[in-house]
């Protein structure tokens, strides 16, 4: 990742219309991109060395990202 975050809309940029639909009417899909915002910046931080953790911990903090990440894309997909 690099020290730029990345914001849904860059990681779904033809679906701005579908996430607009998902975060009005859909509770957990909202939940979900709190959840994926939160730890974006939480890693954008730790990558930009402004916040100091271990090499362990922020490996473990991508994987849940890219867990986030993957149930969204599954979400906006139906």
């Known amino acids: 990742m ?13 679906d701005h219309a579908r996430i ?7 509770k ?3 939940g979900l991109t709190d959840r994926y915002h939160e730890l974006n ?10 916040e100091p953790t271990s090499e362990d911990v922020l490996e ?8 986030l990440k993957d149930e969204i894309a599954a979400i906006i997909a139906t």
């Open 41 to 50: 910046r939480s890693i954008h931080r730790v990558e930009a060395e402004v």
């Open 28 to 30: 957990h899909f909202v």
């Open 20 to 26: 607009h639909e998902l975060k009005t009417n859909d």
């Open 2 to 14: 690099s020290h730029v975050p990345h914001g849904l809309h860059e990681e779904f940029p033809n």
């Open 60 to 67: 473990d903090m991508k994987k849940k990202h890219l867990a």
